[in-house]
């Protein structure tokens, strides 16, 4: 089917790229790209996601530093670790784990740590650059999310698309992306009327909600793209066994047939939320010498 965005293999040769880079800067400046992970608890997904980005760190041949601290910490301890973090010349990017447990403020948290470090792009002078066009880091997951629409469908000056989703971490950033990119965006969020008829205008569709399979053939142009964000766990009988499986915002199987593009769940923007976090390692990493940024796109 060719209408699959693979964001598997696309990730692939992503982080194929960011190895090449790490290499250089290694042979250039002696320098080390390091990127160095915070997980405040033992929430199980989390756990998963920090030993994941561990080890595709150091398979791209950069250093990672984990950090496991318990659910107790008190703000002072992790705020002195990710000043301690800040000065250190061997990390280059610094992630914290969210969720925090409730006693710490996710805000002041990620305000602590240098901007430069900010590789998850969450910081509030990060996401003021990005919101006035300005050199800053990017959140990882919109990012993947444009390589891939870029990738597919090259210039994306003067399509129309509708982000459904208004979150800090995925649609408000991927709308402030497609903008910068000249295309024509409407957010949509739980409050918009109609969003059926405004998705259906669309040439671009982010789904970045968190609602199974809500997305149908109804709501989508015929030869649209459509990038699906959305990660829910659902129970489905499978062959008469009830199984959990994964699915997206989008109903999959309703896209087949219909549009020009469409990323699957699991496999699609998933695989490039973690490439794209060793992306902006390297081009902290980058900065930090005063070399030009990396070229992704
Ligand atoms: P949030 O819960 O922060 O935001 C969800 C957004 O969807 C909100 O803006 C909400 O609107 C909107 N929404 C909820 N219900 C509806 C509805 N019925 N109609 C229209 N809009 C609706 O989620 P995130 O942005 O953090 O994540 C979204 C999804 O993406 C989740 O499934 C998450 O797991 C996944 N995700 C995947 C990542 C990846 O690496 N692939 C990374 C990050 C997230 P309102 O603001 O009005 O409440």
């Known amino acids: 089917?060719?209408?699959i965005i693979d964001g598997k293999k696309f990730s692939q040769a992503l982080r194929y790229?960011?190895?090449n880079y790490v290499q250089v800067i290694k042979e250039k400046k002696g320098v080390t790209p390091g990127l160095a992970v915070i997980l405040v608890g033992e929430d199980p997904a989390s756990q998963v996601y920090v030993r994941n980005k561990g080890k595709q760190t150091l398979e791209a041949g950069m250093n990672s530093y984990e950090h496991k601290l318990d659910?107790?910490?008190p703000s002072?301890?992790?705020l002195g670790l990710i000043k301690n973090l800040n000065r250190d010349p061997n990390v280059h990017g610094i992630l914290c784990q969210l969720p925090l447990p409730n006693h710490l403020n996710e805000k002041e948290v990620i305000n602590a740590i240098n901007p430069?470090?900010?590789v998850d792009g969450f910081h509030i002078s990060n996401v003021g650059l990005l919101n006035t066009g300005?050199?800053?880091?990017?959140?990882?997951?919109?990012?993947?999310?444009?390589l891939l629409l870029k990738d597919r469908l090259g210039d994306l000056s003067g399509k129309k698309a509708v982000i459904v989703g208004r979150s800090n971490i995925v649609g408000k950033p991927m709308a402030n992306l497609l903008l910068q990119e000249n295309c024509t965006v409407t957010i949509t969020h739980s409050r918009t009327e109609n969003i059926e008829n405004t998705c259906a205008q669309a040439d671009i569709i982010v789904a970045a909600i968190g609602k199974p399979e809500m997305i149908k053939k109804e709501w989508v142009k015929k030869g649209a793209t459509v990038i699906d964000v959305g990660i829910n766990r659902v129970t489905k009988k499978i062959e008469s066994n009830e199984k959990t499986v994964l699915v997206?915002?989008?109903?999959?199987?309703?896209?087949v047939g219909l549009v020009a593009g469409v990323t699957?769940?699991?496999?699609?923007?998933?695989p490039m939320t973690i490439a794209c976090l060793l992306a902006n390692t390297v081009t902290a990493c980058y900065r930090s010498q005063d070399l030009s940024d990396p070229e992704f796109t």
Do not use: H, R, Y
């Not at 300005?134 to 444009?146: A, R």
């Not at 997206?248 to 896209?255: E, I, L, N, T």
């Not at 699957?264 to 998933?270: A, E, H, I, Q, S």
């Open 1 to 3: 089917m060719n209408e």
């Open 17 to 19: 790229k960011v190895k």
């Open 71 to 73: 659910a107790s910490t």
């Open 76 to 78: 002072e301890v992790l």
């Open 116 to 118: 430069e470090k900010d």
């Open 134 to 146: 300005q050199k800053s880091m990017i959140p990882c997951t919109p990012l993947g999310c444009l």
């Open 248 to 255: 997206g915002d989008v109903c999959f199987s309703d896209m």
């Open 264 to 270: 699957p769940v699991p496999g699609g923007v998933g």
